[in-house]
T-cell receptor
């Protein structure tokens, strides 16, 4: 049981490049989400999904796309990278129903856009 | 709009001390409140989740309390150890919000000196 797995751990992009951050969970969690963590800003929700085929925007969705074709995977796509997207990105998952559903996080992807 | 505040931003204590970390939130209509630990360069690990109907939760040397009327939660760590050194974050989920639409505080960085 690996939990939430994120790849890659580190990535450097040039402005305008695109890439996909991968996230997979093996806990059969319905809910998955992407956060970014910036110094002084805390964690902010980018996109989330409450099940396969369903996605929605969080607090800071601009510049990012997501899809949820399977329960296990929730990739985050940067369409045209900008320096403002330099951040640490975390994927998280949980059971979606009920109050007692803690969020499980991956170890993050550190992205630098030059 | 829910805002979550954690004070102090950093705390240094000698080993063996009991300590309290504070978390305040502006909207008392919360669904649950979670405490997380984040080690340097790592993802977040869920420590305790307090449902809106509960007053406290305990796990080992950790005890988290919730007072919705005053908009406060505390994390009590008994007999602190150097291994407790990490950043501790609290996050509130509101009613009507999605499972992962947690609002995070910016964390308290704890250092326990041997």
């Amino acid at each position: 049981n690996a939990g939430v797995t994120q790849t890659p751990k580190f990535q450097v992009l040039k402005t305008g490049q695109s890439m996909t951050l991968q996230c997979a969970q093996d806990m059969n969690h319905e809910y998955m989400s992407w956060y970014r963590q910036d110094p002084g800003m805390g964690l902010r929700l980018i996109h989330y999904s409450v099940g396969a085929g369903i996605t929605d925007q969080g607090e800071v969705p601009n510049g990012y796309n997501v899809s949820r074709s399977t329960t296990e995977d929730f990739p985050l796509r940067l369409l045209s990278a900008a320096p403002s997207q330099t951040s640490v990105y975390f994927c998280a998952s949980s059971y979606s129903k009920g109050q007692s559903s803690p969020l499980h996080f991956g170890n993050g992807t550190r992205l630098t856009v030059t | 709009k829910q805002e979550v505040t954690q004070i102090p931003a950093a705390l240094s204590v000698p080993e063996g001390e009991n300590l309290v970390l504070n978390c305040s939130f502006t909207d008392s209509a919360i669904y649950n409140l979670q405490w997380f630990r984040q080690d340097h360069g790592k993802g977040l690990t869920s420590l305790l989740l307090i449902q809106s109907s509960q007053r406290e939760q305990t796990s080992g040397r950790l005890n988290a309390s919730l007072d919705k009327s005053s908009g406060r939660s505390t994390l009590y760590i008994a007999a602190s150890q150097p291994g407790d050194s990490a950043t501790y974050l609290c996050a509130a989920r509101n009613y009507g919000g999605s499972q992962g639409n947690l609002i995070f505080g910016k964390g308290t960085k704890l250092s326990v000196k041997p």
